[in-house]
């Protein structure tokens, strides 16, 4: 007897130990997964400007795309495409599962293509997409959905040695353009200024003096209480140049620009040069942001979706009758023959009387169970888990739905 209570007590102690390895898996693994969704949730966006220098040449804009992908770029601001549609405001290009949207490049004086803008747009960043508009050759607007609502400004400035006149007036169509963006919005203008800012005008900068376009920059972002991400962070010089000339010579001429109410949803900010494969002379300019994309609600489904469509074509008297309702229907409607004039009212009518029988006659679909969430059940383990608990004088912690089951079927062996 007294070897049958040793031999139970051992077997307890094993089962004991058994849950115990588990319960601590399981645990782990719960661990991870919290990390990984905390990840997910972080709600962080990549936003990003580049001028491009052209992607006509093959295989440049695979580039772009590819690129874009491997460093989880949600929207770039392209400058210098030199995509040439000038029958098409807007253009679409796919790119792998981004998507490419470009208003046209110019001619030149000498039959050159120069210019183009747009915006690359992850998959993500499509399906949040309000409207995009172009303004001008130089600026182009992009309105996505978000908490909260986003518009993003791609520019390309003229040339520091530009006429002035061309330059005054960049800047007082940008200056029109984000006067209309609505205060709440969160804000971003994306691309070439081809200013340069001075240590004299902002702390964290790679060029030292300010040019004429960078006073016109500074004065712009004065005047709209706005600042420079990439200026905003305290970085090595290699990362904050954006501009390489042939001679070697370097400069920071690519912004991304953000309103200051939102300096703190701003994470990082700096330029580099994993997009050197594109063949720019430009480096893009990225900036992580605390923003959620949310895609926009979706339409109500239409109300014949909510007929069993498959019971009635199961059931040939059900069919019939149907068809027969909807024949007396439109019969009682139709007052005058068919002709040209009338087709279009006479098929509304058809189409109408359809609907509105076979909301009232036809059977509708059956809601499906509703399964419980991971939630609902999680909640119901802390009394299991106390009582296991109390079982082995040990602190456990229940995370899974199987759990809950194998330790129920182990507390009935008790």
């Excluded at 800012?197 to 960078?214: C, I, P």
């Excluded at 953000?258 to 893009?284: A, C, E, M």
């Excluded at 999680?378 to 082995?392: G, H, I, R, W």
Aim: net charge neutral; glycine share 4%; with cysteine.
């Amino acid at each position: 007897m007294e070897h049958f209570f040793l031999e139970s007590v051992e077997m307890v102690k094993r089962l004991k130990n058994n849950c115990l390895d588990i319960l601590n898996d399981l645990n782990n693994a719960t661990q991870k997964c919290n990390n990984t969704i905390y990840k997910i949730c972080r709600n962080h966006t990549i936003l990003s400007t580049l001028n491009a220098r052209t992607l006509g040449p093959l295989g440049r804009l695979e580039e772009l795309g590819a690129n874009a992908e491997s460093h989880g770029i949600d929207i770039i601001a392209v400058q210098e495409h030199r995509f040439y549609h000038p029958d098409n405001i807007l253009k679409y290009h796919q790119v792998g599962s981004y998507q490419l949207v470009t208003s046209s490049a110019s001619k030149n004086t000498v039959n050159s293509t120069v210019g183009g803008i747009g915006f690359l747009l992850s998959s993500k960043a499509s399906d949040t997409l309000l409207s995009i508009e172009s303004i001008s050759p130089r600026i182009m607007v992009l309105e996505i959905d978000g908490n909260p609502k986003t518009t993003l400004v791609c520019v390309y400035s003229p040339h520091n040695s530009s006429v002035a006149d061309e330059i005054e007036n960049f800047y007082a169509t940008l200056r029109s353009t984000i006067e209309q963006v609505p205060l709440h919005n969160f804000l971003v203008i994306a691309g070439d200024l081809n200013a340069r800012l001075g240590s004299d005008e902002t702390k964290f900068t790679f060029n030292s003096k300010t040019n004429r376009n960078g006073e016109m920059l500074k004065d712009f972002l004065e005047e709209f209480n706005l600042y420079t991400s990439s200026n905003s962070f305290m970085k090595p010089k290699g990362q904050l140049w954006t501009f390489e000339s042939p001679l070697g010579d370097r400069a920071q001429i690519d912004y991304l620009i953000f309103r200051k109410k939102w300096r703190n949803s701003v994470k990082d900010s700096r330029s580099y040069s994993s997009f050197s494969s594109v063949g720019s002379d430009h480096r893009i300019v990225s900036a992580t942001v605390k923003l959620s994309l949310r895609s926009s609600k979706k339409a109500k489904p239409h109300p014949m979706k909510m007929i069993d469509w498959e019971e009635v074509l199961s059931n040939p008297d059900m069919s019939k009758q149907f068809t027969i309702e909807v024949y007396n229907t439109f019969q009682s409607l139709s007052t005058s023959e068919i002709d040209a004039e009338n087709i279009e009212e006479v098929y509304s009518s058809l189409i109408k009387s359809t609907e509105e029988v076979a909301l009232a006659t036809l059977p509708k679909r059956k809601s499906k169970a509703i399964v419980r969430g991971f939630n609902a059940i999680v909640q119901e383990l802390p009394p299991l888990a106390l009582s296991f608990s109390k079982k082995f004088n040990g602190s456990l912690i229940i995370s899974s739905h199987q759990t809950a089951a194998t330790l129920g079927n182990h507390l009935e062996e008790f």
